[in-house]
């Protein structure tokens, strides 16, 4: 809030406060979705991280102890275990990062509804279309949020 509108930390704080109590439904349906998504994610990243372990493991300089002995492993439950909570841990903080991004994406939508009597002016489509809400009347609606020609933003 303080950079869409310019104001001090602590009303910014407290306006968006206000846009959270406000939207609560709104955003708790959009946040349980993509928070399941994100968990999804960081699944997946850990499952590959284990698969790759998995087939490092496999090799047969882990599991060649006549050749090599100083790296036989006698089992890779270990090394498989530790490369999937290591995988998790790193995408949980790399993913904390798109969680932001989506919670900054639905403030700033709902500072949009709330300046213009509910109807989202600068929304991109594809927002729209997962909120549930409708374009502004006559324009087509561009998937990627392109500004048309006709369509300018106000400076503030």
Known sequence: MV????????????RAVQL????????????????????LGKLGVAACCGVAAFAMSNLEYYNNPEKYPATYLSSGILPIAVAVL??????????????????????????????????PQYA?????????ATAPKGESPDPYGAQKPGRQRANR
């Open 3 to 14: 950079a869409v509108k310019g104001g001090n930390y602590c009303s910014s704080a407290a």
């Open 86 to 119: 290591t995988g998790y841990i790193v995408a949980q903080i790399f993913f904390s990062v798109y969680e932001m991004a989506i919670d900054t994406v639905l403030l700033s939508f709902c500072e949009d509804c709330e300046s213009n009597s509910g109807q």
């Open 124 to 132: 991109p489509p594809l927002l729209l279309e997962a909120i549930g």
């Open 20 to 39: 959270i109590v406000s939207n609560a439904l709104r955003l708790a349906a959009v946040n349980i979705v993509g928070d399941a998504m994100l968990f």
